[in-house]
């Protein structure tokens, strides 16, 4: 199945820093998606990146996409406490998520 | 602009017991999805409709679980009757085009079947 196994499962950091998360899947894509949760929220969609693109920024995000690999990264730059979040990655038609990124931001 | 809701935002009931779900997608939306998330585990697919119909309804658990979309517009999930582990943050979700583009997620029911 395509399914997305986020890396590390729970990273924790200090303000300023910058904070990156991995994500693997297992079958050819279209696209990757990712997701923030904050705590008793629903998703929230930050950015897609196509399987002809190899990296996309949006804002203090930065995506990149290797698909011989299979794998997707996501760097979150000059991180804030209110960044703390869960964040999956997820791809398919039907969205296939992993358990996700537990991102905790201290100030 | 709204974006998606659902209703109730928790819900406790005993095993045994009927549960109705509500979500209301964003106004022009045809498509609209559904998603569990059980503790600890992945956000899993339950099903996916266009307008009123099921487009994909392969993630559904199984017969406790009952889906409609009156008019293409607002969606219920029931769950007769419920089971423990049934348990779980319902999502909905919903698009304008369907496949390969961005959700808009509600807030989740959080479901507790005791």
């Known amino acids: 199945s395509q399914q997305g196994e986020e890396d590390p499962q729970a990273l924790s950091i200090q303000e300023g820093e910058n904070a990156t998360m991995n994500c693997s899947y297992k079958t050819s894509i279209n696209n990757l998606q990712w997701y923030r949760q904050n705590s008793g929220r629903g998703l929230v969609h930050l950015i897609l990146i196509r399987s002809n693109e190899r990296e996309k920024h949006s804002g203090r995000l930065r995506v990149t996409l290797d698909t011989s690999k299979k794998s997707s990264s996501l760097l979150i730059t000059a991180s804030r406490a209110a960044d703390t979040a869960s964040y999956f990655c997820?791809?398919?038609?039907?969205?296939?998520f992993g358990k996700g990124t537990k991102l905790t931001v201290n100030p | 602009e709204a974006g998606v809701t659902q209703f109730p935002s928790h819900s406790v009931i005993e095993k045994g017991q009927t549960v109705t779900l509500r979500c209301d997608p964003i106004s022009g939306h045809d498509n609209l999805y559904w998603y569990r998330r059980v503790m600890g585990k992945e956000i899993k697919f339950l099903l996916h409709?266009?307008?009123?119909?099921?487009?994909?309804e392969s993630g559904m658990p199984n017969n406790r679980f009952l889906a409609e979309r009156t008019g293409g517009t607002y969606s219920t999930l029931k769950v007769q009757p419920a089971e423990l582990e049934d348990s779980g943050v319902y999502f909905c979700?919903?698009?304008?085009?369907?496949?390969?583009?961005?959700?808009?997620f509600g807030s989740g029911t959080q479901l507790s079947v005791l």
């Open positions: 979700a919903s698009s304008q085009r369907g496949y390969n583009e961005k959700l808009f």
């Open positions: 409709f266009v307008k009123e119909s099921k487009q994909d």
């Open positions: 997820a791809t398919g038609g039907k969205l296939v």
